[in-house]
């Protein structure tokens, strides 16, 4: 009898030791648990948290040519006719002053301010060029940027790359073209023909 029981209590503590032991093992078709899982995601570098759109991201060189990080604001389009006497397009809180002999003929220009997480307008018709410089306001109340640098205006493509930069205008505050111009950030700049335009440093 108390070897019979002796057999039962070792079978019992054998079964118990082989199922700890299988346990341990992953199996050819199970998750191995201690294998540490990738989150697919948006990468982000050390310290930016990426959560803030008009917060530069932390590996952008002061010295190089980026565009400027904003806030996103409404999008605002604007289709208006503009002929040889000039005239003013008003998009978002952006300007594009055509002068007087700029077209030889009335043109139908669109505006368009997307709602982005930079400063920049886009123009059509694609490539119309003016006789005479044009002036293009883009305000950027609504972006970050470093303090030691000089805020421009950048001809980019359809994906953001920088091609050229405008010339930069200095226009005297009491100039009346932009008396009803908002927001104090503004940077000017004379294009020649039309593309995107985008702030940058």
Not at 38 to 51: C, E, L, N, Q
Request: glycine residues 8%; aromatic residues 6%.
């Amino acid at each position: 009898m108390i070897v019979r029981r002796f057999l039962i209590v070792l079978g019992v503590l054998a079964g118990a030791a082989a199922l700890v032991s299988s346990c341990r093992e992953a199996s050819p078709v199970g998750v191995d648990g201690r294998t540490p899982t990738v989150i697919a995601g948006r990468g982000t570098h050390d310290g930016d948290d990426g959560g803030d759109p008009a917060e530069p991201p932390d590996d952008e060189d002061e010295a190089s040519d980026s565009l400027v990080a904003c806030r996103p604001l409404p999008y605002d389009s604007v289709t208006q006719t503009i002929g040889p006497e000039g005239g003013v397009i008003e998009v978002g809180r952006n300007w594009l002053v055509v002068p007087g002999g700029a077209l030889s003929a009335p043109v139908t220009i669109t505006a368009v301010a997307p709602s982005d997480t930079v400063a920049m307008v886009r123009f059509q018709p694609e490539g119309l060029h003016f006789q005479k410089s044009t002036l293009l306001v883009l305000a950027y109340d609504n972006c970050r940027i470093p303090r030691t640098v000089t805020p421009r205006i950048a001809l980019v493509t359809d994906a953001f790359q920088v091609i050229d930069f405008l010339t930069p205008v200095n226009i005297p505050p009491n100039d009346h073209r932009f008396k009803k111009a908002h927001g104090k950030q503004q940077v000017i700049g004379e294009l020649q023909h039309f593309s995107n335009y985008a702030v940058a440093w």
